[in-house]
């Protein structure tokens, strides 16, 4: 087994980390079902961080949530048979997610945050273990250095909070290796160095973790794995690879599915009825307004994609609001295009998929702005008002805040459904094509039922 | 030189005359010297060029147009130029392979816009072909790392102008940006070939062109667009401006103290009036948490009106009582404290437009192209000298026209713009960003190539 912590004689096992930097391929034999189910216990600690961060979950809330999420699925009481299962699982999932840009892209970002924050678990001694082992080439700065930058640095660590206490031990590395610590003001830069505190290297070493996976991923994807297995074995794994890729993602809401159409005179109607408040906001700013800015067009534009409108009516949709603001002659100079390319009718001919939450959330709306999520982006007062005017007080509207100011935008979301439709939705939102299908699956039952 | 003197007079009189889609292509007449039919009906003479086609190509080349073993000659072909047309046609994907064919396929095609795309794997003009291979060769590899700021994101902060209009009461808000964005640039990140440009209308550009710059990945881009966002927009966000922590991160404290407060005290609560009206002061009392506090202020100015014993400006009076509230000592709170800060920062920390800052693939303006709209060209700001940049006062297309016609006589220059006010922005631009970018350039492409002269000596050796 050539396993990148060979050198670890077994008296270490108590120092030495038990995560592994998955460096090669286990030379281990699996039976068939291990296979598969390793691979769906992993995946399940994955999709449950991946719900966690759609979340806005705080940094101790993943901690807490990825360990426990590591006992459920991967312990085992034999602690080496337990490294075996996380190597193979990890392994066989880069098989299933290195095919396309989006799994491995999701893959990517996923086992990033599983390393980090098992990295994070992990005890100071087994972290400087695990630095070294990624041959990082930063040294800790000497006293002489410290002391020329400490004011700095100390008003960096009291300008991230109270709780951190003072830090002696700092790496210089290029900012380019900590972008999230610079994106986070976490660091103090100088001449295009970051000061990275002992306490923050995670970031560094989950980067360099994220780069080496990501090549490893292209990688595996271009040797064509199959071809370098035996046919026999080809046979069999591939079916367990297609179908553990499929399962576990959530349709894309790329091909509008049950109500494949609408028509224009249905929209404001289905627009009160049915969509969720994000898109809702857009859509009435775009009536009341006259015109959206490009965050917002893409946003919503998308959105009435999948819900199934045409591209013609979707021309005729925005034209009918935009050419009161600018005119007809601008709106076919300088609007139409990014709706036609966004049906895949122009430039790269892409057919674009609408957004789904976690990129929603993560939006930067800026001055003008209308899209993003309201649970995130609006000020309390202003969501108030806005679940307001979709009927929704009481109890209700102070749950729904209640899970916004614990940054559960999608709880809270998932809340306003029930509380619109007075009908539960276990499943939770992570799409809003998938709030507009399960809302139109509800109306249709009750009219049906009263029918 | 065939160039012969019109009369004088014709330029502004007759130009401001003209429909805007003629002056339009007039102004691509003068700039890059076309030979356009509309022009030669309305008898204007050959004028030759004022756009520094050369400068623009030994920039983008970064070097590697010249003879050392070690220059890329593919690399300026592989960049993406998109050019604006006659109604609003737009142009993506071109490239050049050297300063002539760039300069041919500008005067042919007449654009209005020139804007510049990023350095892609492969020639961007023949992307399809590589796209056929299937291995999706094509995407881009090198940038300049780019902001941009528009006047128009300040509108709920400057009473003197809206939109695309600017004077000179609110355009040191663009200043102010250009300090923020520049130390931050060189000190925290140890960039050092900085380009700032005057966007023709309202706003500024910046194009940050080191190599380390130019290499960056979309996510160091983010990175670094996140480390300058403090000002958070979103019309449903009433609070835009959120500072946390007991204190402020060193690169917020320095600009706070060196430009921010500055200004904000000494000029724009004076400039823009900002307690002088009910509504105006009513918005920054918003950013206030605590309400009571809040309201005693409103009542208490409310009250008053101007009372004329003092002297003192509205403004200034009402700020200082405002801080008074908040920083004196009854306010244990922190975040009543930190209001001060977060008023300032709301009314000037530079709002930049996140986008174009975050992908590779953003396009931006060339610099020295004429703005469409105001005639205006778009001239490097100097960010030392930044402070008396006027953006009043930047050479218009019918002021080079005059200017053209005045010198005619006396110079035969081999360029026209060193005739013109131009020429004192070109020659900036050459002496202090393409010279000194060059030579780092030569500099950086010799070390390389002396590492691998040596390593692959080494190899030998071995």
Known sequence: ?451 | MTCKLMDASWSTRKLAQFPEDLVLTISNYIMYGLSCTQAKLHGLPKLGKLFPHADIYRWLSYGNDGKHPACDHSYFGRREFSFTLENDIYVRFQSFNNAVDMENSIREKCPYKIDIGPVYSVDPAKRHAYAQSGNNVFAPVERELIFDIDMSDYDDVRYCCSGADVCLNCWPLMTISVKVLDTALRDDFGFNHILWVYSGRRGVHCWVCDGRARRLSNEQRAAIADYFRVYKGGENNAKKVNLTGPVLHPFLARSYTDVLKGFFEGKLLASQNLFASIERFQKILEIIPDESIASELLDKWQGNRRSSISKEDVNVVRWEQLKHVLQSGKQKAQGLRRCVEEIIFTYTYPRLDMEVSKHMNHLLKAPFCVHPKTGRVCVPIDPNNCDNFDPTTVPTLSQLLEELNMSSMRTESEDEWERTSLGKSIKFFRSSFLSPLLKSCKEEMESVYNSKVKQSKNALNW
């Open chain 1, 1 to 451: 087994m050539e396993i990148v912590r060979s050198q670890r004689k077994p008296a270490d096992a108590a120092v030495a980390p038990a995560l592994s930097l998955y460096r090669s391929a286990p030379a281990l034999e699996v039976r068939l079902e291990d296979f598969e189910l390793y691979a769906i216990d992993r995946l399940r600690v994955l999709q449950g961080i991946s719900d966690g961060l759609s979340r806005g979950k705080k940094p101790q809330e993943m901690e807490k949530l990825v360990s426990e999420l590591w006992r459920a699925h991967m312990r085992h009481q034999d602690p080496s048979e337990e490294m075996n299962k996380d190597i193979i699982s990890h392994f066989v999932l880069r098989l299933v997610y290195c095919r396309t840009e989006d799994l491995r892209k999701w893959f990517l970002s996923m086992e990033t945050s599983l390393f980090r924050y098992r990295f994070r678990l992990e005890s100071p001694e087994s972290q400087r273990l695990l630095m070294s082992e990624f041959q990082l080439p930063y040294k800790a700065i000497n006293h002489a250095e410290f002391e020329t930058v400490k004011d700095k640095l100390n008003q960096v660590a009291r300008s991230t909070g109270p709780s951190s206490n003072a830090e002696a031990l700092f790496f210089k590395v290029p900012f380019e290796e900590v972008p999230e610590l610079v994106a986070g003001r976490r660091v103090f830069m100088l001449k295009g160095f970051a000061y990275v505190a002992m306490n923050q290297v995670v970031s560094l070493v989950a980067t360099q973790f994220r780069s080496n996976l990501s090549k490893a991923l292209v990688l595996t994807n271009s040797r064509k794995w199959t071809s370098t297995i035996r046919d026999k074995e080809k046979n069999r794994l591939t079916p367990i690879v297609e179908a553990l890729s499929t399962g576990y993602l959530g349709p894309d809401y790329s091909q509008p599915k049950e109500f494949s159409e609408i028509s224009l005179k249905d929209i404001d109607r289905l627009a009160s009825s049915s969509f969720p408040l994000c898109m809702r906001h857009l859509f009435d700013k775009l009536r009341e307004n006259h015109h959206l800015k490009h965050g917002g067009r893409m946003q919503l534009g998308l959105f009435l994609k999948a819900v199934g409108l045409k591209l013609e009516d979707a021309l005729a949709f925005w034209k009918s609001e935009f050419s009161q603001k600018v005119g007809a002659e601008r709106f076919d100079k300088e609007y139409s295009y990014s709706i036609r390319h966004n049906y895949g009718k122009e430039g790269k001919r892409t057919d674009y998929t609408p957004y789904a939450c976690h990129k929603i959330i993560s939006s930067t709306p800026s001055v003008g702005d209308h899209h993003g999520c309201p649970y995130r982006h609006f000020s309390e007062e202003n969501l108030r008002a806005a679940l307001g005017k979709m009927g929704v007080g009481g109890r209700s509207l102070d749950d729904i805040l209640d899970k916004v100011r614990s940054r559960h935008y999608q709880v809270a979301c998932t809340l306003t459904f029930e509380a619109v439709h007075a009908a539960s939705c276990d499943s939770g939102i992570n799409h809003p094509n998938q709030y507009f299908e399960a809302s139109q699956k509800i109306l249709q039952t009750t009219r049906q039922a009263t029918s």
